[in-house]
């Protein structure tokens, strides 16, 4: 039987270069205690990284890892998943990484259904490159490249993936290692695609702009926790819920206690409430939003083949085989 992993098994002896405060140490403390919880063994698991902040996170997990170049991440994790389909294969990008460069390749990664676990982490802004406005930055972001304040209309991750044909998308925050935890979880045993989109705090070039919804203190009003086959309520008391207004069709907050029967029950089969949901502002909707499961591409990948869902071979197999024709 094989030992029992923790924490410590996937945590690195290399010294940590984030900036103190960053919302990725809560990640990634969150992120390999859930692999210990998972049963994941650090001889099975791949971190695959473009670059970023978020990209050095191969270099902080113990596992096998590679750091590759802008925005290609998806495209060299489903190499690896191809030839190597036992692997768990995590991608970590940031949201100018994956949905700036690197939106063509995330885009294909998620309508082919491959088997990776996708973390986006979202802190608006460019923070390595010293806080350049990125895709999803809010119209008015003050930065070096937009010192008068972006006028670019924000990608909504969420509208992304759904549009990309993604089936499964999440949302959870940096530091709410619980909520966090339990998304990354479904994320690992989906089989497919699933793209979690991470709310991380930039505390140098973007502090605090999730504070709006993050804040601990008015947290119960402004964040909607779902659970599939639950009501929608939050508040302090469950007092309010979300209701389908038939006239603007839109999601809206009701009085749960005065129209308990209004009050819609999250469905994570039903896309088109998962498209309503990652456009509702207020309360921000976290947990999976969307999972309907399908086959996944390396599974349809390898049906026609003999050997089944094993890897394809070895590099050196690969390089000394070739195809023959001849030209006349």
Not at 9 to 19: A, K, L, Y
Not at 63 to 92: C, M, Q, S
Not at 227 to 234: A, Q, V
Request: proline residues 5%; glycine residues 10%.
């Amino acid at each position: 039987m094989s030992a029992v992993v923790t924490a410590k098994d996937f945590t690195t002896s290399q010294e940590i270069r984030w900036c103190p405060g960053c919302g990725d140490y809560a990640i990634l403390k969150t992120v390999t205690k859930t692999l210990a919880d998972v049963g994941a063994r650090p001889e099975n698991t791949a971190f695959i990284s473009g670059i970023g902040c978020a990209s050095r996170f191969p270099y902080y997990v113990e596992t096998y890892g590679f750091h590759t170049i802008h925005g290609r991440a998806p495209a060299v994790a489903t190499g690896l998943k191809l030839v190597n389909p036992e692997l768990d294969v995590w991608v970590v990008t940031g949201d100018g990484d994956g949905l700036s460069i690197g939106g063509n390749h995330l885009m294909h990664a998620l309508r082919r259904n491959v088997g990776l676990k996708i973390l986006l982490f979202n802190n608006e802004i460019y923070g390595l490159t010293k806080g350049q406005y990125s895709p999803t930055s809010r119209v008015g972001t003050r930065s070096p490249s937009t010192p008068a304040g972006s006028i670019d209309s924000p990608l909504l991750p969420g509208q992304f993936a759904l549009g990309a044909g993604a089936r499964f998308f999440a949302r959870a925050i940096d530091t709410d290692k619980v909520g966090l935890g339990e998304v990354l979880k479904e994320a690992h045993a989906f089989d497919g695609a699933s793209m979690t989109e991470i709310f991380q705090n930039c505390i140098v070039y973007n502090e605090d702009v999730f504070a709006s919804f993050t804040d601990r203190k008015t947290a119960a009003d402004t964040q909607l926790r779902l659970r599939h086959g639950e009501p929608m309520l939050f508040g302090a008391d469950n007092e309010k819920g979300i209701c389908f207004n038939t006239e603007t069709f839109a999601l809206e907050v009701v009085d749960a206690r005065e129209n308990p029967d209004q009050v819609l029950c999250h469905d994570e089969k039903n896309k088109v409430l998962a498209a309503l949901l990652v456009d509702l502002k207020a309360p921000v909707a976290l947990g999976v939003i969307y999972k309907d499961p399908g086959e996944s591409y390396e599974k349809s990948w390898y049906a026609p083949r003999k050997r089944g869902l094993q890897r394809s071979g070895h590099v050196n197999d690969a390089l000394r085989s070739s195809n023959t024709w001849t030209v006349s």
